[in-house]
Nanobody, 135 residues
Framework: QVHLVESGGGSVQAGGSLTLSCTSS????????LGWFRQAPGKEREAVAI????????TYADSVQGRFIISKDSAKKTLYLQMNALKPQDTAVYHC????????????????????????????WGPGTQVTVSS
């Protein structure tokens, strides 16, 4: 059984920064692509960043590109999300996710995981941590 637990959320003013952490109990850590998605009240889940298990390349949603940085410490089995220049529209519950599935018929891994996590079709994720950005 996979356990993922997020921490580091909180309240911050616009322009501020937060760093989220996610500890995991994943046995085959290197097999999983890792990422963060968020969900605001009344809105769909939105993947914000992933690390591809094949080559550790990173991909970001357009909405956070240039402001967020995803990273991992494999020795600690911990995933991070450094969030800078936060905006009120970044307010959401942030979940870390691990997923060993890949698209079968082309398309990007980011789009594949975005759709799967939105629909809850694959992967594991933690209970989430709240991030609130005030203007």
């Amino acid at each position: 059984q996979v356990h993922l637990v997020e921490s580091g959320g909180g309240s911050v003013q616009a322009g501020g920064s937060l760093t989220l952490s996610c500890t995991s109990s994943i046995y085959a850590w290197s097999r999983y692509s890792l990422g963060w998605f968020r969900q605001a009240p009344g809105k769909e889940r939105e993947a914000v960043a992933i690390i591809d298990s094949d080559d550790d390349s990173t991909t970001y949603a357009d909405s956070v590109q240039g402001r967020f940085i995803i990273s991992k410490d494999s020795a600690k089995k911990t995933l991070y999300l450094q969030m800078n220049a936060l905006k009120p529209q970044d307010t959401a519950v942030y979940h870390c996710a691990a997923d060993d599935t890949r698209p079968s018929f082309g398309g990007t891994l980011f789009d594949w995981l975005t759709e799967n996590w939105k629909l809850g079709r694959s992967g594991f994720w933690g209970p989430g941590t709240q991030v609130t950005v005030s203007s």
